[in-house]
């Protein structure tokens, strides 16, 4: 997840939106009785930033939870003592203690880099793992990944939350009955304004291309390649894209905005914007057109999702309209708090009943297949197929890709008066 600053926010607005809305979140203080709830699965975080609080709030409000967080582990004390003591977790000092502990899962929230090492760690310590997006930088590291979790015995889910929002669960369903027929044009935008200092400093990992796995491409285009590839019961063929920085960045920052066009295997075609710089609340949008009709999607609405469509069970037609029972949804960081709580709680059920989860590794595994695929296009500067990507993975290996990416990443900041 992008870790969202709030101190040098330019807009006062939009900050003192931020401030209010997180702390009704953080007003309430939901509690269960623990002697009621014996069939728990009981979760380690291994990582204490902004991405815990959402998973940690997530859980609050849950009412019989299968889940609960119980220990938590940061290379940095004073985070990891403020956190743990917060949250009421045991905390440990060091990863190995962690995994020595009584915990049956962790929830790895990590530089992206270390995803595979860790997940590893946990699968041979036999610890589920539930690992945020993206899976890995490299196709390689995924199929470690894989390999060593299935080995090893242990449930292995990425925390994609986009898979998991009331939203999209709402209008994969209309799709599968077939309110808007055969889609065959898709336009999704993901913005969450990232403060500059954080950005610029090179010495933070997130956006880096040897840490992070290069810049908003990978960071938010996982969630959209994930979200369209699960829409569409479908992969990507092909893609154009164009990486660029409107912030002067230091050389090992990636990008700060994006877009991607993709053709799919059946023959959809997409557009995928994403911005770090776009000053605004953070939100998403899509919109989904088909031969039957539309799909219009914004997370900024309260009502989350417009329809236009002939089906039968339309409740309009002939004009968009918003169901009059909507899916479960608020503006951020309300969706957030959902969608990790459905993606925690699904994880834990399937860890109790032996189930695979819905979303699988492979799933994941094709998302970081198309960020790379579209990174391979901006190097190529022309449009990339995804078979090329797959005999490259299997020639040479997908970290070439990242290797020298910079002198390709179109400098717009020398236009910009910021």
Avoid at 162 to 175: G, Q, S
Avoid at 209 to 231: E, I, P, S, T
Avoid at 386 to 398: I, N, S, V
Wanted: glycine fraction near 6%; proline fraction near 5%; hydrophobic fraction near 40%.
């Amino acid at each position: 997840m992008v870790l969202l600053q709030l101190n040098y926010l330019k807009n006062g607005l939009i900050k003192n939106q931020l401030l209010y809305l997180i702390g009704i979140c953080y007003s309430y203080n939901f509690t269960f009785d623990e002697e009621k709830f014996m069939d728990i699965v009981k979760f380690g975080i291994i990582g204490c930033g902004m991405a815990a609080r959402f998973h940690i709030l997530g859980m609050r409000n849950v009412s019989n939870p299968p889940l609960k967080f119980v220990a938590a582990h940061d290379i940095n004390e004073k985070i990891l003592t403020r956190f743990s003591k917060a949250h009421k977790l045991t905390p440990y000092n060091k990863l190995e203690d962690l995994l020595q502990s009584d915990i049956d899962a962790v929830l790895i929230l990590l530089p992206h880099y270390l995803h595979a090492r860790v997940t590893k760690a946990a699968a041979e310590a036999g610890k589920h793992v539930l690992c945020e997006k993206p899976m890995a930088p490299t196709l390689e590291e995924c199929d470690e990944m894989i390999t060593v979790t299935k080995k090893a015995g242990v449930e292995f889910m990425i925390a994609e939350n986009h898979r998991f929002l009331p939203a999209h669960l709402y209008i994969k369903d209309l799709l599968e009955r077939d309110f808007i027929g055969d889609v065959f044009l898709i336009n999704t935008y993901e913005g969450a304004y990232d403060d500059p200092e954080h950005f610029l400093n090179p010495d933070i990992w997130h956006f880096t291309y040897d840490k992070g796995g290069g810049g908003v491409l990978a960071d938010q285009g996982a969630h959209k390649f994930a979200l369209l590839n699960w829409l569409l019961d479908d992969t990507v063929e092909s893609a154009q894209a164009w990486c660029a920085k409107t912030l002067n960045s230091p050389p090992n920052k990636g990008e700060d905005n994006a877009i991607i066009f993709l053709r799919f295997r059946k023959g959809a075609i997409a557009e995928i914007t994403v911005s770090t710089s776009a000053i605004h609340t953070p939100y998403n949008s899509t919109e989904l057109h088909g031969t039957k009709g539309s799909i219009i999607e914004n997370h900024q609405w309260e009502n989350p999702v417009k329809i236009f469509s002939s089906h039968k069970e339309a409740e309009t037609k002939g004009f968009f309209y918003g169901p009059k029972e909507p899916p479960e949804h608020g503006p951020f960081p309300k969706y957030y708090i959902i969608s990790a709580r459905n993606e925690d709680s699904h994880f834990a059920e399937c860890v109790l009943n032996n189930k695979k989860p819905e979303f699988t590794p492979e799933n994941a595994k094709e998302a970081v297949a198309s960020i790379l695929l579209a990174y391979l296009s901006v190097k190529k500067g022309t449009m990339t197929k995804m078979d090329e990507l797959k005999k490259m993975a299997k020639m040479e290996g997908t970290k070439s890709i990242l290797n020298g990416l910079e002198e390709f990443m179109q400098k717009n900041y020398e236009n910009l008066n910021w």
